[in-house]
């Protein structure tokens, strides 16, 4: 499956101030899985709002999966949270923020007593500026050989941002 197809972006003015302008970005960073379905996306992999101030940047749900589609770390807990926090770091980066940006992140696990056991690896990524989290433990992720799934919100100056595209609409 091809993650180079393009993601249309949106520009919305905001009415009560005409000098406020909210800019929207999906976009699909290149080198990442994308999963798609007869050539299009299911999900915008990664959306930045671009306001004068600040911008909000949400990453879609990261699994510990290669740009090939193969699963890593199988039966490995630890091993898939390191290329899940991986993954968030390069999606970050593609755009301008880092992880030290994340404010938020929903962890959904298959497992919750093997993943605090292990959930020491995270600080090996969140180690400067720890986010909100909230952990799930559900029944099932997109492949059943995944055991850990990370979406994460960060927040960055506007001037930071890369590779967004030209905004349409």
Known sequence: MSNLLELKSSRYLVKKDPHEMIERFNIAPPGMFNRQVDGKFLFSPLVV??????AMIYV?????????????????LRGQIA?????????????????DDVVRTVTYVRDIKAYYAVADERYKYFSNLLPTSTALEISALAHPDMLVEIEVEAVVAPERLKNL????G
């Open 49 to 54: 709002v671009r306001l004068t101030d600040h």
């Open 60 to 76: 879609a749900g990261k699994t510990p999966i290669f740009a090939d589609g193969k699963i890593a770390c199988v039966g490995d």
């Open 83 to 99: 290329k899940v926090c991986e993954n968030i770091r390069d999606t970050l980066d593609y755009v301008g923020a880092t992880l």
């Open 165 to 168: 595209g030209d905004p349409v």
